[in-house]
C-alpha cells in the first residue's frame, strides 16, 4: 500500500510539471499550445533538442527552472521505482520464506491438493473448524484467491513427490485429492501413500470406474461429488426435514447443536470408562450416537455400560463448546 502511494506521487509530480511547464510557455512566450508541449517535453526528459523558437530572458529562466526540477525528479523517480520493485521482491522472498518455516513445523495437519471450487469449499469448512491445512495449487489466478484467503499453500504439481514433501505429507494426518481428473488424483494416491503409510486418504473421483483404482492405490475413502449431490437431492425432495437437520447440524455454525467424531486417546480419563459412567450428557451437554471402535467395528446401537476404549472414534451430538470439551478430554488435556 505504501509503495502505490509513492508511485502515485510520482505520477502527480509529473502531471504537475508537464502542466507547469505548458502554463508557462503559454503565458511567458504567448506560444500555442502544441509548442509548448513540445518544448515542456524535451525540456523534461532534457534531450537537448533546439528551442522551438528563440527564447526571451524570462523564458530562459524559466526554462532553467524547468529543467533543475525535471533532473530532480528524474533521480527522484528512479529511487521511487527502485524502492518499489526492491520492496515488493523481498516483501515476496520474506513472504514466501516465513511460509515455508511455518509449513516445515506443521504436524498432524491437513494438505488439500487442488483448490478449485469443491477444494476452496473444504478449506473454508477446515479453516473455520480450526484444523491446520496446506495447499497445493499450480494456477497462478487460484493462488491469488488462496493468499487472500490467508492460507498456507505450496506452488506446484501435487502429482510430484518434492512437492508433497514440501508440504509436508510425511507428517500429515491427512490428505484430500480434488485435482480435476481421476488419472491425478490416482497418482497422488499412490505417492502419498508411499510417503506416509498412516496417511488418512480422500480422493475425488467423477468417473465410478475408477473408485476401485483408487482404493487400491491406498484411498481410504473415494468421494463422488455427483453421486453425492444427487443423492442429496433425492434425499431433501424425499425427507425434508432430514436433510435440514444434517445440513444445520454438520454444516451452520450459527446452529446450537452439531455432530462431529472425537478420537479417545489411550491416557484420557475416559477409557475404560461406561458411558454412563462417564456423564458426558450431564457435564458437557454431548450425546454419543455412535462408536467406531479400533478394530473397525461400527456400533451405532449403545447401551449405557459401554465400555469407552483407546482408539474408538466418538461420533457425538452437542453444542461447539461441548464438543471442543469432549474433544480435550478424549485428548486427555481435561479430568473427566
Known amino acids: 500500500m505504501y509503495g502505490k502511494r509513492r508511485l502515485l506521487t510520482v505520477a502527480s509530480l509529473l502531471l504537475g510539471l508537464w502542466i507547469l511547464g505548458i502554463t508557462g510557455y503559454v503565458i511567458i512566450e504567448d506560444w500555442n499550445v502544441f509548442d509548448a508541449v513540445y518544448m515542456t517535453t524535451i525540456s523534461l526528459t532534457t534531450v537537448g533538442y533546439a528551442e522551438v523558437h528563440p527564447l526571451s530572458q524570462a523564458g530562459r529562466i524559466f526554462t532553467a527552472l524547468l529543467i533543475t526540477l525535471g533532473v530532480g525528479f528524474f533521480f527522484y523517480a528512479l529511487s521511487v521505482l527502485a524502492g518499489a520493485i526492491l520492496e515488493g521482491h523481498l516483501k515476496g522472498l520474506l ?3 516465513k511460509m515455508e518455516k511455518t509449513i516445515s513445523k506443521l504436524k498432524q495437519h491437513f494438505i488439500i491438493c487442488g483448490c478449485g471450487r469443491i477444494g476452496m469449499s473444504i478449506c473454508r469448512v477446515l479453516k473455520e473448524r480450526h484444523y491446520p491445512l496446506v495447499v497445493i495449487e499450480n494456477d497462478p489466478s487460484i493462488i491469488q484467491e488462496i493468499e487472500v484467503n490467508n492460507l498456507l499453500y505450496v506452488k506446484g504439481n501435487a502429482t510430484h513427490d518434492e512437492i508433497l514433501i514440501q508440504a509436508g505429507v510425511e507428517r500429515a494426518k491427512g490428505i484430500i485429492c480434488v485435482l480435476s481428473t481421476d488419472a491425478d ?61 444434517l445440513d444445520l447440524a454438520v454444516h451452520s455454525p450459527a446452529f446450537e447443536l452439531s455432530i462431529e467424531q472425537v478420537e479417545i486417546d489411550s491416557k484420557s480419563s475416559l477409557n475404560g470408562v461406561s458411558l454412563i459412567d462417564s456423564a458426558l450428557r450431564q457435564k458437557l451437554g454431548v450425546t454419543v450416537l455412535a462408536v467406531r471402535q479400533s478394530t473397525g467395528e461400527m456400533t451405532l446401537t449403545l447401551p449405557p455400560d459401554y465400555i469407552i476404549s483407546g482408539g474408538d472414534i466418538v461420533v457425538a451430538l452437542g453444542s461447539r463448546e461441548g464438543l471442543n470439551s469432549l474433544r480435550e478430554l478424549g485428548r486427555g488435556m481435561l479430568d473427566s
Open 95 to 97: 513472504g514466501k520464506k
Open 185 to 245: 488424483n490416482v497418482y497422488i494416491t499412490l505417492t502419498a501413500r508411499s510417503l506416509n503409510p498412516g496417511l488418512s486418504i480422500v480422493a475425488r473421483a467423477d468417473d465410478a470406474r475408477a473408485e476401485n483404482k483408487m482404493i487400491q492405490a491406498g484411498a481410504n475413502r473415494v468421494i463422488s461429488p455427483y453421486e453425492i449431490g444427487a443423492s442429496r437431492m433425492a434425499l431433501a425432495v424425499l425427507q425434508p426435514t432430514v436433510t435440514e437437520f
